[in-house]
């Protein structure tokens, strides 16, 4: 019989809960994002993060049981996201999830966020060939995996300063645009495509598969500094998107060559045919067409998820933890969470 798991992934601003029935099959994958509580402070606010977490985890848990159709004792282990994130909001998933697991009887099983990114595409896709290179895009990681196997990888690339979905989040926050960005950056991206501004791709010609998006993010605010577009004096001078997406365009164009090309020579150097991209900032319409443009002209396999996987959903989370429970990979009460990746 098919194992089936509850997962739980509280790491940042969005609750979410899933329940899985074997590998592939998500029975509820229910997701509640913050950003309306957080927009007036223009950032999250991690203690109101914990908060909200804790206000509907549990609703959350109930709604996913009943879309399923069974009860807590059709559970047969439970995931959770133990790292990396905000600490107090990891801790609120950490604990619904041990305590499940103890009244439950069942294992418990920490899983690295960043890891499962990547499984929204064996949701999606099946299972994926290995060895596969993995370019997970989020808010708070921009990261190259060569993945020898499930569990058995190697960081091969990572940012050095901000990641790519916070750049674009910071500059459409420079331009006047709320939490989250991307969605805006990408619509214009679509929209205004022939245009292109000459903005900087950071360490696209270096010697190694790291990424860095803080200059960007500088040269971006350098420009409407000195652009005759915007008045200092008053922000909202220039709101009319027919002067502002041409720039956001132009911008994102920057973001997407340096993760393509990098991405693809990353997986060239490292006798890769196999990619998969996931993330939240895969969710963009125009970094998929891209990618899937350069896979069809080099015949590399390209693994995308849909965009209701690529941002954060807690089914990516059970996914990677059903095959660990299949592995007998499980952890104990003595689960611990941590901010940081380790
Ligand atoms: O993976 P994710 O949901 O959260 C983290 O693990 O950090 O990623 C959040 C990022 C944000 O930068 C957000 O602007 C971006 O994903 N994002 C998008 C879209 N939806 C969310 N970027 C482009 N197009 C979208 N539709
Ligand atoms: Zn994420």
């Not at 292109?196 to 200059?215: A, I």
């Not at 900032?281 to 015949?299: C, G, P, T, V, Y």
């Amino acid at each position: 019989m098919l194992a089936t798991g509850l997962g739980i992934d509280t790491t940042f601003d969005d609750t979410s809960v899933s329940i899985l029935r074997g590998k592939h099959e998500i029975l509820a994958n229910l997701t509640l994002s913050q950003y309306k509580d957080h927009e007036e402070f223009g950032g999250v606010v991690p203690e109101r993060a914990s908060r909200k977490h804790l206000e509907v985890i549990h609703l959350l848990i109930d709604e996913a049981l009943k879309k399923a159709d069974i009860n807590f004792t059709g559970i047969d282990y439970i995931a959770v996201s133990n790292y990396p994130g905000l600490l107090g909001s990891l801790l609120v998933g950490l604990t619904v999830a041990k305590s499940l697991a103890y009244s439950l009887g069942c294992p418990i099983i920490g899983i690295n966020h960043v890891e499962a990114h990547p499984y929204a595409n064996v949701l999606e896709h099946g299972e994926m060939n290995f060895p596969i290179l993995h370019l997970v895009v989020a808010g708070g990681h921009t990261l190259l995996m060569n993945a020898r196997d499930h569990f058995d990888y190697e960081i091969i690339g990572s940012t050095v300063d901000d990641a790519a979905g916070e750049c674009v989040d910071k500059v459409a926050k420079l331009f006047g645009f709320p939490m989250p960005g991307g969605p805006i950056v990408d619509k214009a991206a679509i929209e205004y495509s022939g245009y292109d501004y000459d903005f900087p791709r950071p360490l696209l010609n270096k010697n190694n598969h790291n990424f860095s998006f803080s200059g960007l993010k500088t040269a971006m605010m350098r420009f409407k500094e000195n652009s005759m577009l915007f008045d200092s004096s008053d922000p909202k001078k220039t709101d009319k998107i027919d002067e502002i997406g041409p720039i956001l365009a132009s911008f994102f164009k920057s973001v997407t060559d340096v993760l393509i090309k990098k991405t693809f020579k990353a997986a060239e150097e490292h006798g890769l045919s196999n990619i998969s991209v996931s993330g939240g900032l895969a969710a963009s319409r125009k970094l998929r067409k891209e990618f899937e443009e350069e896979s069809s002209r080099r015949a590399v396999k390209l693994y995308y998820p849909k965009s209701s996987l690529c941002t954060d959903n807690a089914a990516m989370v059970t996914c990677l933890a059903a095959h660990r429970f299949e592995a007998g990979l499980v952890d104990d009460l003595s689960l611990d969470a941590f901010p940081n990746l380790q």
